[in-house]
């Protein structure tokens, strides 16, 4: 080796180890940072005792644009109380795994945001959330059930919507083919044909994701158990009966799959997932797609000239409409290291004047007797009027669920893969069912 | 030397053993004892249940897919980075005036990450992707697939673009391989009136074996504990069309169901030196000496 590529050699191997060393004082200096103790200054009413105290909070990636997470909401809370939040964005195909691992090896954030439903079946509420009951904004709480699981309150949410899921619709493509909402899978094929003749894509199926596939069936499997077999999801959790029992499961899954083999939808449904279909909805390139009602928030944010509804998933002759029992609430771990930090951000979150902004941002409807719900944008007071007042709502498949149900998806999209029919799906849902109720330690299993 | 001259040598060990023992050999044995439990996300107490898991994972037609999906992007992507990886090394190796360029275009895929591989991948891999369109442009259409969303095909198409991603990486250990051989032997050849395939046949594979076994081994075992790539480009779909043992590994812990997961794990790991270790000893003993 020469002497200037000695040189040179020398000069980079420095260099590597200069940015090596900052890196890690660099990385060290993030954890004290998140770990939160430093510092001082800022308000003086903070509950912290005049000590900066960052607080973490994690969440799905897909779920950043929560309003919770808001950075005005966030800012505000920190210049009255000396508290930061962090935000840890999880990955949203890992968002699961991660808390899981998180929550087993005592890693815990202060707050989590997740869903009840599948904090329920996922993450252990009982054993890993801090019970809420006694907090000073539960007493203003209109509807406790929404944040309720076990008789008790787990979860914080300042309304109580809940996502409503069924087949979202261009009001503007429907208005100029002259089409009427479907009432029944018959009408609802005709109006997919008439779609289809006019060159517009009638419904996207964004199967990629596999949950996606989930929509019709939750809301299907859900509306004919109510009409027909109130008890038949107490009967499943029991073991008392399959899932695979009931031919009109196979029934509304060879629905969903028509529409699919008619050349109703996109092409390659495996290949395009749920991120594509703002810009579907935005270019007019699709007119339906089985969804919850976040999906029409998304397009709305984008494009306020794009009309877009909600009508019932029209399996059957006057389908109620699905209520998710998803959605996005609060939860403090029981060994969150900053527990009295993350309640008085529920509590900051809670107050009348905050919860009052984000209801009236959000459009929703509120959960707390001194806030006001607002004029509520149109497709959601359709809504209200169309399904809620006269009770013609049903909670999906997903509220009964007491297992992962991943798996389902999963078969659910290998229906469309071609591995599986619709009764094959659900036998094989079946044996997984009932593994993993076995796993869980239910009786009857 | 006397005797606590030698042993001094070996205190100098003791550092790299803890830390080895510490975050190796006790998670390892950890492991192997989760994996006999009925561990699981919502249960407080933690019982062992013998073989269950095991007999589990042998009962599961979606673990036994993830296992065949495994043995196929194994045996596939061992066979094409090799044989590809060869003839790359033996190309680059003759006086090619672009072959410094060549040799680090052909390396280059191997150090991007598998994400920005998945990034790159998924489109051109769809129906109406570059792939097919080219396969359209040229005639040859009834070639079209539905590269990652047809079961039949999909874990092969994982393979291919494995494939494509590290062959670069094997290329260049053959390289160093095939610059370790003396030109004398190819030239005692051509005296002798061998040919290229003669030569090919006679001196460079078996003087070539030791970087035979070297890649054989890495991509053995980097085919069996295949995760990364099926996750990006499919996550184990479509349905369960492409699962592979890393996946379920993940899918397992995703379901709460850890001492299952550490099963799979286990399993893993001891297929990995069971096939691994005997075939090291055997092609260890087919290298010859220059």
């Known amino acids: ?445 | 030397m006397n005797v606590s001259k030698k042993l001094y040598a070996y205190y100098l060990i003791w550092p790299a053993l803890l830390i080895y023992s510490i975050f190796f050999v006790l998670p390892a044995l950890a492991g192997l004892y989760y994996s006999f439990t009925d561990w699981r996300l919502d249960r407080d107490t933690i019982k062992f249940i013998g073989w269950d898991n095991f007999e589990r994972i042998f009962t599961d037609r979606t673990l036994l897919l993830a296992i065949k999906n495994t043995a196929i992007f194994a045996v596939v992507t061992v066979i094409g980075k090799n044989l590809l990886g060869i003839a790359l090394a033996v190309g680059l190796n003759m006086r090619l005036k672009t072959r410094n360029l060549l040799r680090a275009v052909f390396y280059s895929p191997s150090i991007l990450s598998v994400l920005v591989i998945s990034i790159v991948f998924t489109p051109m891999l769809r129906s109406d992707g570059t792939i097919n369109r080219i396969f359209e442009a040229v005639g040859l259409s009834s070639l079209s697939q539905a590269w990652l969303t047809n079961p039949a095909i999909v874990i092969w198409t994982v393979a291919a673009v494995s494939i494509w991603q590290h062959t670069g990486f094997q290329m260049a250990i053959y390289l160093a391989g095939l610059q370790s051989i003396s030109k004398e032997y190819y030239e005692a050849a051509t005296i002798d009136g061998a040919g290229s395939w003669r030569s090919f046949r006679s001196i460079t594979l078996p003087l070539l074996l030791p970087a035979i076994n070297i890649n054989l081994m890495l991509t053995l075992i980097g085919g069996l504990k295949v995760f990364s790539e099926v996750f990006v480009l499919t996550g184990g779909g479509p349905g369960n069309a492409s699962q592979v043992v890393g996946t379920i590994i993940l899918r397992s812990f995703g379901e709460g169901s850890w001492g299952l997961g550490t099963a799979v794990n286990t399993l893993l790991f001891a297929a990995v030196t069971i096939i691994a270790i005997p075939l090291l000893i055997f092609m260890r003993r087919k290298e010859v000496s220059e």
């Open chain 1, 1 to 445: 080796m020469s002497t200037t590529s000695k040189k040179i050699a020398t000069g980079l191997l420095a260099g590597i180890m200069t940015l090596s060393l900052a890196a890690c004082g660099s990385g060290n200096t993030g954890k004290n940072n998140a770990q939160a103790t430093n510092g001082g200054g800022g308000a003086d009413n903070g509950g912290s005792g005049g000590k900066k105290v960052t607080i973490e909070l994690a969440l799905s990636k897909s779920s950043q644009d929560s309003a919770f997470v808001a950075q005005d909401v966030l800012d505000e809370f920190e210049q009255k109380t000396n508290i930061k939040v962090n935000l840890q964005l999880l990955p949203a195909e890992q968002t699961a795994t991660v808390l899981q691992t998180k929550l087993a090896v005592d890693e815990v954030p202060d707050l989590i945001q997740y869903n009840l439903a599948s904090a329920t079946t996922d993450l252990n509420l009982e054993r890993n959330f801090e019970i809420l009951d006694n907090e000073p904004w539960v007493s203003r709480l209109l509807n406790k059930d929404v944040l309720s699981a076990y008789d008790h309150i787990y979860s914080f949410h300042y309304s109580q919507d809940t996502g409503m899921q069924g087949v979202v619709y261009n009001k503007d493509i429907f208005k100029d083919l002259g089409l009427e909402i479907p009432k029944n899978y018959e009408e609802f094929l005709a109006v997919c044909e008439k779609i289809k003749a006019s060159g517009i894509t009638p419904v996207f199926m964004p199967f990629k994701d596999n949950w996606a596939a989930n929509i019709w069936p939750a809301a299907a499997f859900a509306d004919w158990a109510a009409k027909n077999d109130p008890t038949l999801f107490d009967d499943i959790n029991a073991g008392r009966k399959k899932w695979s029992d009931i031919p009109e499961f196979a029934t509304f899954l060879d629905q969903q799959y028509e529409v699919y083999k008619k050349g109703y939808t996109n092409t390659d449904i495996l290949s395009d997932s749920y991120d594509m279909a703002v810009g579907k909805f935005l270019n007019k390139e699709t007119a339906m797609m089985f969804m919850g009602d976040w999906l029409i928030v998304n397009v709305a944010e984008k494009d306020p000239n794009v009309h877009l509804g909600l009508f019932a998933i029209p399996t059957s002759e006057d389908a109620n409409l699905g209520a998710s029992p998803l959605g996005g609430q609060l939860f403090i771990p029981k060994k969150a290291k900053h527990m009295a930090e993350a309640k008085q951000f529920l509590e900051f979150l809670a107050s009348k004047e905050v919860a009052q902004k984000m209801v009236d941002s959000q459009g929703s409807v509120s959960n707390f007797s001194d806030v006001t719900t607002p004029k509520l944008p149109d497709y959601k007071q359709e809504i209200v009027d169309q399904y809620i007042t006269p009770k013609k709502t049903t909670l999906t498949t997903d509220a009964y669920m007491i297992v992962d149900r991943s798996e389902l998806y999963r078969l659910l999209q290998d229906e469309f893969a071609g591995g599986l029919d619709a009764k094959g799906v659900l036998k094989a849902w079946d044996e997984k069912f009932s593994q993993l109720m076995k796993d869980k330690g239910v009786e009857g299993f």
